[in-house]
Structure formats: structure tokens, C-alpha cells
């Protein structure tokens, strides 16, 4: 039986071995970061080492970035009413359709006061619809992530920068699928916040962190109590979280010009050889997208089944639907984008990353062969939706 062949990172990514060395070594460590012992501030050393490699690693200053348990916590964090934005506090939320469920939530947000922005078939943010909804009403926080899960699709985020701030409102950017990935910059994508995630980077899950951008000078905690994080974000530090966390950005970023072209050229490589299926579709791929994600379905194809063929095949991929409570649901994202829900119900979802060899991509390529054969045979072709 040869090795498994991991190609769901847009899920998580196995630890980075730099990763794993800091947060060892940060298991040892006994003091804690607010202690003013030698203990402690060897701690704090560790803490704000790579609370430096993860503000450098989007351009700005370490006092900016505020670690949290992850994503979802960060998301939470930067969505909340009131902030203060150039036209007064800001009401109201407008949250692109294919946004991550935690943004989705509307974090402190009433629901009421929660709108929707919408994508175009491509799965691109619509930035006329946005300028239309900003001029509706009061100052908004508007939160569009850099790059899709399920897509890989990159959004525009320094145009919809510059319509939110021409309109005195707050731009929040998760950017937990793009940082480490592509190269990024708070200050050319013009943000006031931004979400980064350890874990889609080769860090552990359970760390994150939202980094300050220009138009905002603090936070509203979620969590109250003690002073860390400047007030911002109670509770002793989850310290080897964090160590691993700067270890593996640390690593993404001084790997990331070498890695990205070798990673797109794996990209296209599987895409055209999951594209010799004939009425093969991949999600988005007239848009700019991530060098690592490809979605796409064929005429008949039911995801469930094609993840489990995989998962046989020896290959970890996943769909692009949600599975709640054991009933699947056809994704939110392609949804919003137009895509019938017989198409929808057959994406699958093959994410890369840097220990990605060519030798596993043709693995994959011939298991879809394999599956292709079996899962679509005697379908009707044109029982596909066209995009
Ligand atoms: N935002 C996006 C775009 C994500 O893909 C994810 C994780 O899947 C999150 C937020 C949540 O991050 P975490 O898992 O660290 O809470």
C-alpha cells in the first residue's frame, strides 16, 4: 500500500518541522509571558519573536497584531458595532455571500443589521453592488476575504479598499486562506483589519491572530480580564501555539517566491490532467486564483461518493458542500456564485501546499482516472449545468 497522498490543505496542513521545533522547545519554557521573573520574560521573548515575524510578514508594526485561539476567534474579534471609522461608528455589516461561516456569523453584529454583498458567477466580490449598498446607509464595516476556501478565487480587495474608505466606512479582510501563500501587505491592500490563521500555514491549530491595519487604533475585546495582548484579548497566552505559529509564517514567508512557482506549475499540471475527463469543469478557473485550489465537478458526479473513492485510492480530498448533522448541504459559496445545485452537490475539492511532489499530483490525476471511470460511466453529459 503506498503513502497516503494529503491534498486537502485548504482544510489544515500537516506541521511544518520549524513549527514543531518552537512550540517543543515552548512546552519547556515554565514562566509566564505576563511574569516580570526571568521565567517570564524569556516567555514574552518567545511570544513577541514571532509576534514580529507575523506583523513583518503583512508590512507592519508588532504592536498591531493581537494573537487569538484562530480564525473564527479573530473574525469575532474584528466584527463588532461601533468601531470608529471616518463617517462615525460604523452600524451595520455588509459581508461578501462567500465568506467563512465565522464571518457569516456577523460576529457582535444584530442580525438585522447584517447585509449581504453579493458575487458574480466567477465568484468574484460585486463591487457595483457594493458601492450601492454603502450609499444605502449609515457607516459600514465591510468584511471581504483576500482568497477563497472552496474556490481558491481572489478577491479585489485593494479596489473594494478604496470604494469602503471613499464612502467612510471599515475594511475587514480574512485573509487566513491567502497569508503565507501570496504575498501580502496590509498597507497596499489597504485594510483596517486582517484575519491570519496558524494552521493553513504548517502552524497548530488553535492560533491566530487579527493585525491592525490603518483606520483602526484598537479593538473591542471578546474576552475581558486580564490585561494581555494590550487589553485586547484576556487570558495567559497560549504560548507554544504562538512560537509554532511564528515559526511556520517564519518559514512560509522565506519560502514563498521559491514556492510559488513550483506550486502553480503543480496546479496546472493536475488541472490538466483532471481536465482529459471529458465535460470536466473547474469552478472559477477564468479568475485570478490561489496557485493551490482547484474545485471542479463532471456531468453526474456526487462528491460524497467521489471523497470516499479518493479516500480509497489512498488520497484525502474533500467536497465542496458542507456536511452538517450527517445531511449535505450544497455549498454556500457556489451557491452565491449561480451554480445549479446538481453541479453544486458534485464538487470536490483538491488543495496543495508546499510538500505537495509532482509524483503525488499524478497519483491524484490517476485515481480521478480510475474513479472517473466508474462514478461517471453511462451519465449524461448533459444533465451538466454550464457556468
Ligand atoms: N476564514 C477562512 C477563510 C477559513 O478558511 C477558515 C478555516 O477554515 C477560517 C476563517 C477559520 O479559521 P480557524 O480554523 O483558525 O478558526
Known amino acids: 500500500m ?40 524569556k516567555a514574552r521573548r518567545v511570544m513577541e519573536e514571532a509576534r514580529t515575524v507575523i506583523a513583518r510578514g503583512l508590512g507592519t508594526a508588532a504592536r498591531r497584531v493581537v494573537f487569538t485561539s484562530g480564525g473564527t476567534e479573530a473574525n469575532t474579534l474584528a466584527l463588532v458595532p461601533g468601531l470608529k471609522a471616518p463617517a462615525g461608528g460604523v452600524e451595520r455589516l455588509l459581508v461578501s455571500a462567500i465568506e467563512h461561516a465565522s464571518v457569516l456569523a456577523g460576529g457582535r453584529f444584530a442580525p ?33 476575504m483576500a482568497a477563497n476556501n472552496e474556490t481558491g478565487v481572489l478577491q479585489p480587495v485593494s479596489q473594494v479598499a478604496e470604494i469602503v474608505h471613499r464612502a467612510g466606512g471599515l475594511l475587514h479582510v480574512d485573509a487566513v486562506q491567502a497569508f503565507g501563500k501570496i504575498p501580502l501587505d496590509i498597507n497596499q491592500m489597504a485594510a483596517d483589519l486582517v484575519t491570519v490563521s496558524a494552521h493553513k500555514i504548517g502552524g497548530p491549530k488553535g492560533a491566530g491572530a487579527l493585525v491592525l491595519g490603518g483606520g483602526v487604533e484598537d479593538v473591542v475585546p471578546v474576552l475581558r480580564g486580564g490585561g494581555q495582548e494590550r487589553g485586547r484579548r484576556a487570558g495567559t497566552e497560549n504560548l507554544a501555539g504562538i512560537a509554532g505559529f511564528g515559526a511556520a509564517a517564519g518559514a512560509a514567508l522565506a519560502t514563498l517566491a521559491a514556492d510559488l512557482p513550483r506550486l502553480t506549475a503543480l496546479h496546472e499540471r493536475l488541472e490538466a490532467g483532471l481536465r482529459q475527463t471529458s465535460g470536466l469543469t473547474v469552478f472559477s478557473a477564468e479568475a485570478a486564483r490561489l496557485p493551490n485550489t482547484t474545485l471542479f465537478t463532471a456531468p453526474g458526479l456526487k462528491a460524497e ?48 501546499g508546499w510538500s505537495t511532489t509532482t509524483a503525488e499530483v499524478d497519483r491524484a490525476v490517476e485515481a480521478w482516472r480510475k474513479l472517473s471511470m466508474t462514478l461517471l460511466k453511462g451519465r449524461d453529459e448533459t444533465a451538466l449545468e454550464r457556468f
Not at 511574569?35 to 520574560?41: A, I, Q, W, Y
Not at 489512498?314 to 457556489?334: T, W
Open 2 to 41: 503506498p503513502d497516503r497522498v494529503y491534498l486537502d490543505w485548504n482544510a489544515t496542513t500537516p506541521l511544518r518541522p520549524e513549527a514543531r521545533a518552537a512550540m517543543v522547545a515552548a512546552f519547556d519554557l515554565v514562566g509566564n509571558p505576563s511574569s516580570v521573573h526571568d521565567e517570564g520574560r
Open 112 to 144: 438585522a443589521a447584517v447585509q449581504t454583498i453579493p458575487v458574480d458567477r466567477s465568484g468574484v466580490v460585486d463591487v457595483g453592488r457594493l458601492e450601492a449598498l454603502l450609499a444605502a446607509g449609515p457607516p459600514a464595516l465591510v468584511s471581504v
Open 305 to 352: 461518493t467521489a471523497v470516499i473513492g479518493f479516500d480509497l485510492e489512498g488520497i484525502a480530498v474533500s467536497s465542496g458542500s458542507a456536511c452538517s448533522s450527517g445531511k449535505v448541504q450544497p455549498s454556500h459559496v457556489l451557491e452565491a456564485m449561480g451554480v445549479g445545485s446538481a453541479a453544486a452537490q458534485g464538487a470536490v475539492r483538491l488543495s496543495l
